[in-house]
């Protein structure tokens, strides 16, 4: 007798018949049936009618894994294991890209392209160069096809810049590198790129500043001057009549129109009062409105 089988959305198989659907219910003849569950690995159990847990045949559905996983160390892909935990200087890390990108003017060396997919390649990996990890000199802006490309070949971790030549040579026929010239110096270093970076925050900081100043508030606490940055903003205007005290970003504060939610509710408290008076009445009123405010 034919089986019937309710279908939804993605496919998988069983015994050759290709079906679909996240779970599948199966209607083997007049009396079984039989409720099969799907995970993202396969079939993960078998449940009858009377809601009893039947044998696992996940593996004679699927098979065994010809090869084992790699997991860890032994993964291509395996950098450190530390995530962001690793030593990482991140304002500093940033300074070094920015100072690569200017020195390759922001063009990945290979093709020449400009875009927003260009990355930064470290000639001597991270692992193996403690002293070039910040060091504008032993980078180059690739693009992210290339540089994943490269990696796929060579791994994530123990690359060399003879590795990278060798990688230029076979399959790009590059073969004059800039970083092996004795005179090669970086135009632009990742120190100036730190410098140049404090006196963006500086600059930051002071339009922040004459911005808080204008809309008569007091700056408690920043926890820095770029855009997520959050910063503790009081209000003394309206110490009796509203609650001063407002947690906040900076690019927040600056889109807002009043900065604080007592000056916005001040604001529509007397638009309020403003829209309720008599045609005759709102000309005398406007003046003591426009004071309050």
């Given amino acids: 007798m034919a089986s019937n089988y309710t279908v939804s959305r993605t496919t998988k198989s069983i015994h050759g018949t290709r079906i679909q659907g996240q779970s599948i219910l199966l209607f083997l003849g007049w009396f079984n049936q039989i409720f099969v569950t799907y995970n993202r690995r396969g079939l993960s159990n078998i449940l009858c009618r009377c809601s009893k847990e039947l044998p696992d045949t996940s593996k004679k559905l699927r098979g065994p894994d010809k090869n084992p996983r790699k997991k860890g160390p032994e993964h ?11 030593n990482y200087d991140p304002k500093r890390y940033a300074a070094w890209k920015e100072a690569v990108l200017i020195n390759f003017n922001f063009c990945c060396f290979v093709t020449g392209n400009k875009g927003n997919n260009l990355e930064c390649h470290h000639l001597n990996s991270w692992d193996i160069s403690v002293e070039g990890r910040y060091d504008a000199s032993n980078g180059v802006v690739l693009s992210t096809e290339i540089h994943r490309t490269f990696h796929r070949f060579y791994g994530g971790g123990n690359n060399t810049a003879n590795q990278f030549e060798q990688f230029l ?35 930051k900081k ?25 910063i503790i903003i009081s209000c ?8 001063t005290t407002h947690e906040t970003t900076v690019r927040n504060y600056k889109k807002a129109k009043t900065g604080m939610k007592c000056c916005g509710k001040v604001i529509q408290d007397a638009k309020r009062v403003y829209s309720h008076l008599d045609e005759a009445k709102r000309k005398k009123q406007t003046r003591f409105i426009i004071k309050r405010i």
């Avoid at 291509?76 to 690793?86: C, I, L, P, Y």
């Avoid at 800039?178 to 600059?203: C, F, G, L, M, S």
């Avoid at 003394?236 to 609650?243: D, I, K, Y």
């Fill in 206 to 230: 002071q339009e922040l500043i004459d911005l808080i100043g204008l809309r008569n508030h007091i700056l408690d606490s920043a926890e820095g001057f770029t855009a997520d940055a959050k």
């Fill in 169 to 203: 040579k076979e399959h790009y026929n590059i073969i004059d590198y800039p970083w092996r010239n004795e005179n090669h110096e970086p135009k632009y270093t990742t120190e100036q790129a730190i410098i140049r970076q404090q006196t963006q925050d500086e600059v």
């Fill in 76 to 86: 291509g892909n395996f950098k450190h294991g530390q995530g962001k935990s690793r």
């Fill in 236 to 243: 003394p205007l309206h110490e009796t009549t509203h609650e």
